[in-house]
Nanobody
Framework: QVHLVESGGGLVQPGGSLRLSCASS????????MRWYRQAPGKQREWVAT???????TYSDPVKGRFAISKDIGKDTIYLEMNNLQPEDSGVYYC???????????WGQGTQVTVSS
């Protein structure tokens, strides 16, 4: 069973930065795609960023130019570097791993990000 554990969330002032981590219990190279999502209170979970196995990344429009997804295969971890954070970036951030071979998606438990002065 794959376990994903997010960390790095917290309280930050507007304009600040955070780096989220998502550590996998399995070698992340087995996953075809890894993504970050977020969910604000009372809203649906929304996609934030994607990194495919070959390293190509894509971002949602609200975070493009401010967030960066990266990975460290040696640590079986993906990251989400978040800069110039704004209150609308607040929410619980989740990572997701997609294994096409087994047609299985894995989710972490989430980490809270709060942007407030």
């Amino acid at each position: 069973q794959v376990h994903l554990v997010e960390s790095g969330g917290g309280l930050v002032q507007p304009g600040g930065s955070l780096r989220l981590s998502c550590a996998s219990s399995e070698n992340i190279f087995r996953f075809n795609v890894m993504r970050w999502y977020r969910q604000a209170p009372g809203k649906q979970r929304e996609w934030v960023a994607t990194m495919v196995r070959d390293g190509i990344s894509t971002y949602s429009d609200p975070v493009k130019g401010r967030f960066a997804i990266s990975k460290d295969i040696g640590k079986d971890t993906i990251y989400l570097e978040m800069n110039n954070l704004q209150p609308e970036d607040s929410g619980v951030y989740y990572c997701k791993a997609e294994d096409y071979a087994t047609i299985t998606d894995y989710w972490g438990q989430g980490t809270q990000v709060t942007v407030s002065s």
